[in-house]
């Protein structure tokens, strides 16, 4: 498997659309780490979904409803969440913008073979 592991990132990498008005981009990662820029429309819903990986979210503009572990909050640039493996969590953007997730592991499941 090949990793996006370069040493810079520019930010022309290509988006993936993911439907519902959320897309992604891949900033890098190895088996260890994983970073993801994910942009919201506003009203698009990251569903509520729980996995093994640790994931920190740094909320790099918009506004976004969060629920983590049954506990709901409206976060805005500058803030973040984070979810411990199989914490069940979610959003949906109230303001169009983007999310910074970095995950450990990475992600195996994101990627296309």
Request: proline share 2%.
């Given at each position: 498997?090949?990793?996006?592991k370069?040493?810079?990132?520019?930010?022309?990498?290509?988006?993936e659309?993911l439907?519902?008005?959320?897309?992604?981009?891949?900033?890098?990662?190895?088996?260890?780490?994983?970073?993801?820029?994910v942009?919201?429309?506003?009203?698009?819903?990251?569903?509520?979904?729980?996995?093994?990986?640790?994931?920190?979210?740094?909320?790099?503009e918009?506004?976004?409803?969060?629920?983590v572990?049954?506990?709901?909050?409206?976060l805005?640039?500058?803030?973040g969440?984070?979810?411990?493996?199989?914490?069940?969590?979610?959003?949906?953007?109230?303001?169009?913008?983007?999310?910074?997730?970095?995950?450990?592991?990475?992600?195996?499941?994101?990627?296309?073979?």
């Open positions: 498997m090949d990793f996006k370069e040493l810079f990132f520019d930010g022309n990498s290509a988006w659309e439907g519902g008005g959320v897309s992604r981009q891949f900033v890098g990662y190895n088996s260890q780490v994983m970073m993801v820029i942009k919201f429309e506003k009203e698009a819903i990251g569903a509520l979904h729980q996995h093994f990986h640790s994931q920190i979210t740094y909320v790099a918009g506004t976004f409803e969060v629920i572990d049954g506990e709901t909050k409206i805005r640039k500058g803030d969440f984070f979810a411990q493996p199989n914490i069940v969590h979610g959003v949906k953007c109230l303001e169009a913008g983007q999310l910074i997730d970095a995950f450990a592991p990475f992600r195996e499941d994101f990627l296309k073979e």
